[in-house]
C-alpha cells in the first residue's frame, strides 16, 4: 500500500542551523506531495507542497523538491529560528484515493537560542 | 472564511459517558475527515466522508464510535460510553476536490482535546 516514511525525531538544532527533514514515499500512482507543520496546540497546517516531479515547493524559507527517480520529498531550511520547533509532516495524496492522505509520523523540531 | 470550526476545544468526561465532537468545514468543501491523535500512535484517520457520504471507516477503532455528517456544513463524532484510552486529541479536517487533481491540501480545525477519567 501507500506509505510515508520520515525520518525518526526528535531533532534539536541551534538558531540558524541548516535544517533537513527527510521524506520518503512508496505509492502505486503519481502523488501530490505535501509538508504540513504542526505548532504546539494547534492543528496541523499545510506548509508547502508539490504536485508534478521536479516542482519545487516553498514557504516561509522552507523548501522542498518532488524527486520521483528516489521517491523523495526531502524538507530543507538554510537558518532555522526558535519559532520554527514544531512537528512537520510529511504526506501524499493520490487521485485514486478519493481525496485521502497518507501521513508520516512527523517528526519533531526543537530549535534552542 | 473562518477555516474549520470545532467543538468543544476540550472535554473532560468520565467512563462510560456518551461524548460528542462537533465540527464545520470551510464552505464549498466536499471531504470532510475525522482523525485521532496520540502520543502513542500518532495521527490516525478514523474516518472521511465526500458529499456527505461515509467512504471509509476503516479506521474507526470500536463499535463505540460512531459518525455522522447530516449535511455540508455539519459532522459529528461520538464515542458510547467513552473509556480513557479514548483520551486524545480529535481533529477535523477537510477539502475540496472542485478545482481537480491533484487534490488541494487538507485543512484542519484547532482539534478536540478529550480527557476520559
Known amino acids: 500500500g501507500d506509505s510515508v516514511t520520515q525520518m525518526e525525531g526528535p531533532v534539536t538544532l541551534s538558531e540558524e542551523a541548516f535544517l533537513t527533514i527527510n521524506c520518503t514515499y512508496t505509492?502505486?500512482?503519481?502523488?501530490?506531495l505535501f509538508w504540513y507543520v504542526q505548532y504546539p496546540g494547534e492543528g496541523l497546517q499545510l506548509l508547502l507542497k508539490?504536485?508534478?516531479?521536479?516542482d519545487k515547493g516553498s514557504n516561509k524559507g522552507f523548501e522542498a523538491t518532488y524527486r520521483k527517480e528516489t521517491t523523495s520529498f526531502h524538507l530543507e531550511k538554510g537558518s532555522v529560528q526558535v519559532s520554527d520547533s514544531a512537528v512537520y509532516f510529511c504526506a501524499l495524496t493520490l487521485n485514486t484515493n478519493a481525496g485521502k492522505s497518507t501521513f508520516g509520523d512527523g517528526t519533531t523540531l526543537t530549535v534552542k537560542p | 472564511d473562518a477555516g474549520v470550526i470545532q467543538s468543544p476545544r476540550h472535554e473532560v468526561t468520565e467512563m462510560g459517558q456518551e461524548v460528542t465532537l462537533r465540527c464545520k468545514p470551510i464552505s464549498g468543501h466536499d471531504y470532510l475527515f475525522w482523525y485521532r491523535q496520540t502520543m502513542m500512535r500518532g495521527l490516525e484517520l478514523l474516518i472521511y466522508?465526500?458529499?456527505?457520504?461515509?467512504?471509509?471507516d476503516s479506521g474507526m477503532p470500536e463499535d463505540r464510535f460512531s459518525a455522522k455528517m447530516p449535511n455540508a456544513s455539519f459532522s459529528t463524532l461520538k464515542i458510547q460510553p467513552s473509556e480513557p484510552r479514548d483520551s486524545a486529541v480529535y481533529f477535523c479536517a477537510s477539502s475540496t476536490s472542485k478545482t481537480g487533481f491533484p487534490y488541494n491540501e487538507q485543512f484542519f480545525g484547532p482539534g478536540t482535546r478529550l480527557t476520559v477519567l
Open positions: 505509492a502505486t500512482g503519481y502523488p501530490s
Open positions: 508539490a504536485t508534478k516531479a521536479d
Open positions: 466522508f465526500n458529499n456527505n457520504v461515509p467512504i471509509d
